[in-house]
């Protein structure tokens, strides 16, 4: 059965930091592209950031381009979310999400596992 659980939610300041985990169980981790969507109340889920199998390439959303950073162990069968400089506007539930093939894509659909999210929130 594959699992993803997710950590490292929580409320911080605006322009503060937070780094969110999401460990794969259940199938094997190098042969699968991870991404991260968010959706805030009364939005849409949206696309955040991708990593295909091998690390690279890596796409992200152009609201976080620059301040969010995507990253994979291997060793650990995590994907690490580290988020900078941090916005209200980035407040949301945070959601892994798996493919089952290793190439990424800013497809929420193309993704066929996911994780129950996890809660940032971003306020003053």
């Known amino acids: 059965q594959v699992q993803l659980v997710e950590s490292g939610g929580g409320s911080v300041q605006p322009g503060g930091s937070l780094r969110l985990s999401c460990v794969l169980s259940g199938r094997t981790f190098s042969s699968s592209a991870m991404a991260w969507f968010r959706q805030a109340p009364g939005n849409d889920r949206e696309f955040v950031a991708a990593?295909?199998?091998?690390?690279?390439?890596?796409s992200y959303a152009d609201s976080v381009q620059g301040r969010f950073t995507l990253s994979r162990d291997g060793a650990e069968n995590t994907v690490y979310l580290q988020m900078n400089s941090l916005k209200p506007e980035d407040t949301a539930v945070y959601s892994c999400?798996?493919?089952?093939?290793?190439?990424?894509?800013?497809?929420?659909?193309?993704?066929?596992?996911w994780g129950q999210g996890t809660q940032v929130t971003v306020s003053s």
């Open positions: 990593i295909a199998y091998r690390g690279v390439p890596r």
């Open positions: 999400a798996a493919r089952d093939v290793p190439l990424l894509s800013r497809d929420q659909d193309a993704y066929k596992y």
